[in-house]
């Protein structure tokens, strides 16, 4: 049985409607990774903020590029973060953050940021672009996998030596305040 181009009993395209809960739930979880006091909580809000980018990717046509995303940042890099912070013992903030102090200065980059991204949106000829971005996916994944590999290398071994020197540096804090090692 065929769903059909558009929801039922509307006008709307499925695309659009996905596109919108897939960008609603990005910047919902978004939200909630800078505002929750819950370090642990945050780093799972992160990895719904990338699953619901990867699945903005799978509507724009790269699958390739949302397997990577689900590969990549949901299943290296925030499992490593979130290993990084258990391993630490930090699980609550303070009850008033530095950077919250500066609230009202990122309020204005962010304003003006939007404003920046708005005006290139308006003038972008998205016609063209979409001419220009007609990629095979296999010759994007020869680049990648051919031509770049080093760099991907290189990455990886420079995520390896961060998570080592965050463990090290969490086990020296600790016994530098008075705690003995384990």
């Keep these: 049985m065929a769903i059909g181009d558009t929801i039922p009993f509307t006008s709307i395209p499925w695309g659009d409607a996905l596109f919108v809960v897939f960008a609603g739930v990005t910047l919902l979880a978004g939200l909630l990774v800078v505002t929750m006091r819950d370090i642990i909580r945050c780093g799972l809000a992160m990895m719904v903020a990338f699953g619901g980018l990867a699945g903005i990717y799978v509507l724009l ?33 303070p009850s008033r953050l ?21 005006l290139a949106i308006v003038a972008t000829d998205w016609g063209e672009l979409a001419e220009r971005l007609d990629t095979a996916t296999d010759e994007l994944a020869r680049v990648l996998f051919a031509d770049w590999i080093l760099a991907f290398e290189v990455v990886g071994v420079l995520l390896l030596a961060a998570v080592i020197g965050g463990v090290f540096l969490a086990k020296r804090e600790r016994t530098e305040e008075g705690e003995r090692p384990r």
């Design 61 to 93: 046509g790269a699958p390739l590029i949302a397997a990577a995303q689900v590969l990549v940042y949901i299943g290296a890099i925030s499992v490593l973060i979130l290993f990084a912070i258990m391993l630490t013992e930090t699980k609550d903030a």
């Design 98 to 118: 530095v950077f919250q102090t500066q609230a009202v200065p990122a309020a204005i980059a962010a304003v003006l940021l939007a404003i920046v991204t708005m």
